[in-house]
Structures are given as structure tokens and as C-alpha cells.
């Protein structure tokens, strides 16, 4: 079982940046991928950003991708997602997710655990 806790969000301008961090919980980090998904207001849930095992190989949804920035630190059990050149289109509840296995997923369906989200809120 893991558990994860998202925190870092937050109201910024347009243009500006935030680092959103996720801690989980339990001593098998290091077996997840781990993706970041968001869901604004009306919308389903879509993926952001992804990250395997060890973070040396990342992926990002086309939205984000050059502004947005996945890494993680597995001694401290917890995964970041640093946005940059933020834009009011990128309002959103924001979710950490875990995978179990190496490889990371751009599906919903294939996280196993997810945490409560941190909302993001960017003014034009």
C-alpha cells in the first residue's frame, strides 16, 4: 500500500512558476513509476507528466511539455513537478500517481495509487 500526499499548490500569475512535491508513504519508492495528472473544472483527468524508477527517463503530454519539469528523489520518497511559464490554461486539481513496476504510463488506468490532488490556479 502507498500512500501520497501532494502539496505546492497554489495562485500565480501567468508567466510564473511552482514546484509541486509528492511524498509517499513506505519503504518500496524506488518500485513506482510515478506520473503527474490534472482535471480542471468540466474536463476529465488527463496526464501531464511521467517518470520511471530511477528518473532517468521521463515523458511529457505535448501541453506541457519544455515548460514542465518531473524528477524525483527516491531517498526521500517523494516526486516533483516543477512549472515553469505557467499559463491560466494550466488551472487545474493536480494528482500524484504511483505505478507499480519500472516503466512509466500515460494511462489513468494503469496508476494504482493516487493522492488527494493540490490545486493550481495561474491568472491571466
Known amino acids: 500500500q502507498v500512500q501520497l500526499v501532494e502539496s505546492g499548490g497554489g495562485l500565480v500569475q501567468a508567466g510564473g512558476s511552482l514546484r509541486l512535491s509528492c511524498l509517499a508513504s513506505g519503504r518500496t519508492f524506488s518500485s513506482y513509476a510515478m506520473g503527474w495528472f490534472r482535471q480542471a473544472p468540466g474536463n476529465e483527468r488527463e496526464f501531464a507528466a511521467a517518470?520511471?524508477?530511477?528518473?532517468?527517463?521521463?515523458y511529457y503530454a505535448d501541453s506541457v511539455k519544455g515548460r514542465f519539469t518531473i524528477s524525483r528523489d527516491n531517498a526521500k520518497n517523494t516526486v516533483y513537478l516543477q512549472m515553469n511559464s505557467l499559463k491560466p490554461e494550466d488551472t487545474a486539481v493536480y494528482y500524484c500517481?504511483?505505478?507499480?513496476?519500472?516503466?512509466?504510463?500515460?494511462?489513468?488506468?494503469?496508476?494504482?495509487?493516487w493522492g488527494q490532488g493540490t490545486q493550481v490556479t495561474v491568472s491571466s
Open positions: 500517481a504511483a505505478r507499480r513496476g519500472v516503466t512509466y504510463a500515460t494511462s489513468i488506468r494503469h496508476y494504482d495509487y
Open positions: 517518470i520511471n524508477w530511477s528518473g532517468g527517463s521521463t
